[in-house]
């Protein structure tokens, strides 16, 4: 199952430069993570500031 960020996020841009697959895309007003590229390794969620991430 994909990782997905939920309304928390603050969009400070962390998690993108993380992503090995770059299913991590600038959304508005938050980021938004491709399902289908995401391999739910986890990196993105591990330096969200705010646990936005969540799998």
Do not use: F, N, R, W
């Not at 309304?7 to 508005?28: W, Y």
């Not at 993570?33 to 936005?52: F, L, M, N, S, Y």
């Amino acid at each position: 199952m994909a990782h997905k960020i939920t309304d928390a996020c603050l969009a400070c841009g962390s998690c993108q430069p993380e992503c090995p697959v770059d299913a991590i895309s600038d959304g508005s007003p938050i980021y938004t993570i491709d399902a289908g590229k995401c391999t739910d390794c986890g990196a993105c969620a591990a330096v969200c500031p705010v646990d936005a991430i969540v799998g």
